[in-house]
């Protein structure tokens, strides 16, 4: 019984497998695929579809915010160290995190455009620059009230503030890019350069706390261990960072 019970279970596997690869070589299918992916990459299907939705999607997002941000303003308890200097921490931490996530997405749209010459990686690309240097200056800006009260200076050549302030400087590098390239059919190249040498950064920032001496202290966040940071001020951040989330993923197609 357990033979007959693999060898039936072998031939579902093989039938499964013949029905894929069928599927594949029939030129419909392939047609249907290639025209529904073709459809929905060009901008104008793509924007026409997304703007029914992105307006109000962006409006609830924004209550969200609105929520979250009050909750951890003005409900979440004081720190037993900073006291309530420390309610920052719910604009700035969400600010950092966007903007080294948009400024992933920002290169993998700019390869996909250099690869695979689709617009509408090209549009999202030149979306999502402005605004990400916008949320790494607020993130900066943010950081130096915080760093005011907590480390008696609004600014020091910290590794992690340093690699943030380049980030920004990359994000500005590839907006001038686009205004002053836009003519010249190397574009693609020099944007995917810039955002090569970008992604180098990101690990940078990420672990700069870990690999060097500096004056930010270790994550206290960890999505995939125990955060050492309170439930009761921990759920108005993630909120915040889940909201902040689906504002930026939705602002690009509002541009």
């Avoid at 009050?70 to 420390?86: K, N």
């Avoid at 480390?151 to 910290?158: E, L, P, R, S, V």
């Avoid at 700069?208 to 206290?220: D, F, G, N, R, Y």
Wanted: glycine fraction near 4%.
């Amino acid at each position: 019984h357990r033979d007959l019970h693999l060898s039936l279970r072998r031939q579902r596997q093989m039938c499964i497998r013949d029905s894929i690869w069928n599927s594949k070589k029939n030129p419909y299918i392939i047609f249907v695929i290639k025209k529904f992916f073709h459809q929905f990459a060009s901008p104008k299907s793509y924007f026409a579809i997304a703007n029914k939705f992105v307006k109000p999607f962006l409006a609830f997002s924004f209550l969200l915010y609105i929520g979250a941000l009050v909750w951890g303003l003005f409900f979440t308890p004081p720190d037993a160290v900073q006291g309530d200097s420390y309610r920052i921490i719910y604009m700035h931490v969400p600010a950092s995190f966007m903007a080294q996530i948009l400024f992933v997405v920002m290169a993998i749209t700019s390869a996909v455009f250099l690869i695979w010459k689709l617009k509408l990686a090209a549009y999202v690309s030149k979306s999502i620059a402005p605004i990400g240097a916008i949320v790494t200056f607020f993130a900066l800006f943010s950081g130096s009230i915080w760093g005011i009260p907590t480390w008696g200076t609004w600014w020091a050549w910290d590794a992690r503030l340093t690699s943030m302030l380049v980030l920004m400087l990359f994000y500005v590098l590839f907006i001038i890019s686009l205004k002053y390239f836009k003519n010249n059919e190397n574009l693609p190249k020099i944007l995917s350069i810039l955002s090569i040498l970008g992604m180098i950064n990101i690990p940078i920032i990420k672990y700069s706390v870990e690999w060097w001496s500096t004056l930010h202290q270790p994550a206290s966040i960890k999505f995939l261990g125990t955060s050492s940071i309170h439930s009761s001020m921990l759920i108005p951040l993630f909120l915040m960072l889940l909201v902040l989330s689906l504002i930026h993923i939705s602002e690009p197609t509002r541009r």
